[in-house]
């Protein structure tokens, strides 16, 4: 149950309106304000009213519950707020210069024209940047573009209007229950535009394409008297409504990849086996898939804005642990199983120190004290651009272990962990070396196993 008034003493403001009248302006946590005049108002009480949550959720018979108004609306027929793409606040202008997550070192001379956006990764769905989510909580963020999609071919869609407020209304063929939604058109710049002709709303997915140098686009619904699609995608900067929907955040499709067995599994005559070939691939000397510190699943680019453990809005990282190899964060452990897990700092050590490192132009052969070989290749590391930078010049590959080193201060530095890397110096590839990479950057993964 919640309070009537979800706020707290500071967000009662009272602010002068006349020499002669004041009033009271009360903040709620959807976005949406009233303001009353403080001469009507005789007292304030907190009561409880019933579940928020369960009282504008309306379930349509689909894999989410979906929200019955906009949010920073209180009524169906409300506008509502217009939001950016992945900001949690609406403003007055909607330009590309007032952009939170625009490049702000962004020129037209050495840079590609998506560089103008840090982009948000694959689906900002439950994450910082879903204002349904960061505004409402729980369980509510902002739908995919397959949830817009289901609910737009389980739906019969109606041009009609509610309280003088033209819109349409989606009636689900599974159970016959309705949500509205009013065409309260977007803003680009200053401009309210399409104002009751049409409905523009935020997906939570960002345009797919296989080249990600191309300009940064995110999928959005358009709902009008003959159109119901969510198949355009726009500037990120632009003003659209955004509708929440209720239920967990859908699990990415595991990858399939092969894994080895226990023939061929490497004994070097140290104190674990390694893996023959990276994590996504299936020969030794090829590249396989770059993946970020504690993540899972690979991703189309990589860089601290789409990284799982940073808070952008306060350039933070999250402290998850301090050793990772065989926990929930170990992404070879998750995509391998069968005993695979992540090395650690000291098998890495052993690794260096133990063995004979041959050098080739692609990378070394490593062998161990037993006479048998492993060979690690120089796959670079994943950019922001979503293809490897320095491949063939320098391999990093991943390490169970996080940078724990403190500043002065006593802080911790969690923008590291810690990894295996070669780099190269000329035309020679430089000795093997323990030492720190970024967490949020893409790097290859060589199992071990017990």
């Given at each position: 149950?919640?309070?009537?008034l979800?706020?707290?003493?500071?967000?009662?403001?009272?602010?002068?309106v006349k020499?002669e009248?004041?009033v009271?302006?009360i903040?709620?946590?959807?976005g949406?304000s009233?303001?009353i005049?403080?001469?009507?108002v005789?007292?304030?009480?907190?009561e409880d009213q019933?579940d928020?949550?369960?009282?504008r959720?309306v379930?349509?018979?689909l894999s989410v519950?979906w929200?019955?108004?906009?949010?920073g609306?209180?009524v169906?027929?409300?506008?509502?707020n217009?939001y950016?793409?992945g900001?949690i606040?609406?403003?007055e202008?909607y330009?590309y210069?007032?952009y939170?997550?625009?490049?702000?070192?962004?020129?037209?001379w050495?840079?590609d024209e998506?560089e103008?956006?840090f982009k948000l990764?694959?689906?900002?769905t439950?994450t910082?940047y879903?204002?349904?989510?960061m505004?409402?909580?729980d369980k509510?963020?902002?739908p995919?573009?397959a949830?817009?999609?289901e609910?737009?071919?389980n739906c019969?869609?109606t041009?009609t209007g509610?309280n003088g407020v033209?819109g349409i209304?989606?009636?689900s063929?599974?159970?016959?229950n309705?949500?509205?939604?009013?065409?309260?058109?977007?803003?680009?710049?200053e401009k309210?535009t399409?104002?009751?002709l049409?409905?523009?709303l935020w997906t939570?997915?960002e345009y797919?394409?296989?080249?990600?140098?191309?300009e940064?686009?995110?999928?959005?619904?358009?709902?009008?008297?003959t159109?119901?699609?969510?198949n355009?995608?726009?500037?990120?900067?632009v003003g659209f409504?955004?509708?929440?929907?209720?239920?967990?955040?859908p699990e990415?499709?595991?990858?399939?990849?092969t894994?080895?067995?226990d023939?061929?599994?490497?004994?070097?005559?140290l104190?674990?086996?390694?893996a023959p070939f990276?994590?996504g691939t299936?020969a030794?000397?090829?590249?396989?898939?770059f993946?970020c510190?504690?993540e899972?699943l690979?991703?189309q680019y990589?860089?601290?804005?789409n990284?799982k453990?940073?808070?952008?809005?306060?350039d933070?990282?999250?402290d998850?642990?301090d050793?990772?190899s065989?926990?929930e964060?170990d992404?070879a452990?998750?995509?391998w199983?069968?005993?695979?897990?992540l090395?650690t700092?000291?098998e890495?050590?052993?690794?260096?120190?133990q063995?004979?490192?041959t050098?080739?132009s692609?990378?070394?052969?490593?062998?161990?004290p037993n006479?048998?070989?492993?060979?690690l290749?120089?796959?670079g590391?994943?950019?922001?651009k979503?293809?490897?930078?320095?491949?063939?010049e320098?391999g990093?590959?991943?390490?169970?272990?996080?940078d724990?080193?403190?500043?002065?201060?006593?802080?911790?530095?969690?923008s590291?962990?810690?990894?295996?890397?070669?780099?190269?110096?000329?035309?020679?590839l430089?000795?093997?070396?323990?030492g720190y990479f970024s967490?949020a950057?893409?790097i290859?993964v060589r199992?071990v196993?017990e």
């Amino acid at each position: 149950m919640k309070k009537l008034l979800t706020l707290c003493l500071a967000a009662l403001a009272i602010t002068s309106v006349k020499a002669e009248s004041k009033v009271m302006r009360i903040y709620f946590g959807d976005g949406t304000s009233q303001t009353i005049t403080i001469e009507n108002v005789q007292k304030i009480a907190f009561e409880d009213q019933g579940d928020i949550t369960t009282d504008r959720m309306v379930d349509m018979g689909l894999s989410v519950k979906w929200a019955s108004y906009n949010v920073g609306a209180s009524v169906p027929e409300g506008y509502g707020n217009f939001y950016a793409y992945g900001e949690i606040e609406p403003k007055e202008e909607y330009r590309y210069e007032n952009y939170v997550w625009r490049y702000p070192d962004y020129n037209d001379w050495d840079c590609d024209e998506w560089e103008k956006y840090f982009k948000l990764g694959a689906t900002i769905t439950g994450t910082q940047y879903d204002v349904a989510h960061m505004k409402w909580g729980d369980k509510w963020r902002m739908p995919t573009r397959a949830e817009w999609n289901e609910l737009i071919e389980n739906c019969n869609w109606t041009w009609t209007g509610i309280n003088g407020v033209t819109g349409i209304l989606a009636t689900s063929y599974i159970n016959g229950n309705s949500i509205f939604f009013p065409a309260a058109g977007n803003m680009v710049d200053e401009k309210h535009t399409h104002d009751q002709l049409g409905c523009f709303l935020w997906t939570a997915t960002e345009y797919e394409q296989s080249d990600i140098s191309q300009e940064c686009r995110n999928y959005r619904a358009n709902l009008d008297a003959t159109n119901h699609a969510a198949n355009g995608y726009d500037y990120p900067e632009v003003g659209f409504n955004v509708r929440a929907v209720y239920g967990d955040v859908p699990e990415p499709e595991k990858p399939q990849y092969t894994v080895p067995d226990d023939s061929q599994m490497v004994d070097l005559g140290l104190s674990v086996k390694w893996a023959p070939f990276n994590i996504g691939t299936n020969a030794e000397s090829r590249t396989g898939e770059f993946i970020c510190w504690g993540e899972l699943l690979p991703k189309q680019y990589t860089h601290s804005y789409n990284y799982k453990f940073y808070d952008a809005y306060n350039d933070t990282y999250e402290d998850i642990a301090d050793q990772i190899s065989n926990t929930e964060y170990d992404c070879a452990k998750y995509l391998w199983g069968n005993g695979w897990r992540l090395p650690t700092k000291e098998e890495f050590e052993e690794l260096v120190t133990q063995c004979t490192w041959t050098v080739s132009s692609s990378g070394y052969t490593v062998t161990g004290p037993n006479g048998n070989t492993m060979f690690l290749p120089a796959c670079g590391f994943m950019t922001y651009k979503g293809a490897p930078r320095s491949a063939s010049e320098s391999g990093y590959y991943m390490c169970g272990d996080a940078d724990t080193r403190t500043r002065p201060n006593g802080e911790k530095m969690l923008s590291n962990a810690m990894a295996l890397k070669f780099t190269r110096t000329g035309y020679t590839l430089n000795a093997p070396e323990v030492g720190y990479f970024s967490k949020a950057g893409g790097i290859q993964v060589r199992p071990v196993h017990e």
